[in-house]
């Protein structure tokens, strides 16, 4: 490898790494946000009752690296609350019914601005998942998100969270029932930072490989276990949690280098 391509990754790394550290950044905001009002919201919830029971349901997806995006029903949350194996529940409900579920969520991906970009890696992903190279998928996938992460933080426009933090707010000191929009943001807040800390924490290659989805085991190469549908699935409802967290903040006319 010469000088010159050496250079060349190494400033993609870099750029990449600021990407990812800007975007964590904001969603740090978001989080530290969550935290710092959490005695609130938590009260909040018990005002209405059933969202006690939404609200273990969520923690225990989010144990299991499961950003679920989608509309948490009652039937749904009983079943995650009562089950011993979450991932089962999941892989169900989006392979059920011929896969229709799982269908629309790779739609619902594809269809978004940021996906739309890479036109040529995703369709890929997909079809390497449809025959059942779920490793390839769940590679292309973290890929995906790393450029999308990429593009977010360099777009002219500057991202914050804070209106949304302002409406939710206003809705919990007045008592107002949070509406699904709310408790999507809520869902995939709790979620997706818990995913971030697994998914994409740094791992030590002089130890065993973890069982759960790990970047950097399998951008690097490292991975030798087994990838499956419910992991192609996770990885799908992270990228679909990337879109919504993007199209749900803020946009300013602040350049990103005056954050």
């Not at 089950?83 to 989006?94: A, P, R």
Request: overall charge negative.
């Amino acid at each position: 490898m010469d000088n010159q391509t050496l250079f060349d990754v190494k400033n993609a790394v870099e750029v990449m790494s600021k990407a990812l550290k800007l975007f964590a950044e904001k969603i740090t905001e978001l989080m530290n946000w969550y935290h710092i009002n959490q005695y609130t919201i938590n009260e909040y919830f018990k005002a209405f009752g059933n969202l006690i029971l939404w609200r273990n349901a969520v923690n225990r997806l989010s144990e299991n690296q499961i950003v679920f995006t989608e509309q948490l029903s009652g039937d749904m949350i009983e079943k995650v609350n009562k089950s011993t194996n979450v991932d089962e529940v999941i892989l169900e409900y989006y392979t059920e019914n011929e896969e229709k579920c799982l269908r629309n969520l790779v739609e619902r991906c594809g269809a978004a601005e940021c996906v739309i970009a890479y036109k040529k890696l995703y369709p890929q992903i997909v079809i390497a998942a449809e025959m059942g190279c779920f490793q390839l998928a769940c590679l292309g996938l973290f890929s995906l998100e790393d450029g999308i992460l990429s593009d977010i933080v360099n777009q002219p426009k500057n991202t914050s969270f804070k209106k949304r933090m302002r409406e939710i707010e206003d809705k919990i000191n007045n008592k107002i029932p949070p509406s699904q929009t709310d408790l999507k943001v809520f869902a995939v807040m709790i979620s997706i930072g818990a995913f971030q800390e697994t998914a994409f924490g740094n791992s030590d290659f002089d130890k065993p490989e973890p069982s759960y989805l790990n970047r950097h085991w399998i951008l690097h190469g490292r991975s030798h276990r087994d990838f499956t549908k419910m992991d192609y699935i996770k990885m799908l409802l992270s990228l679909d949690a990337l879109i919504f967290m993007a199209n749900l903040a803020e946009r300013t006319e602040e350049k990103t280098d005056e954050l």
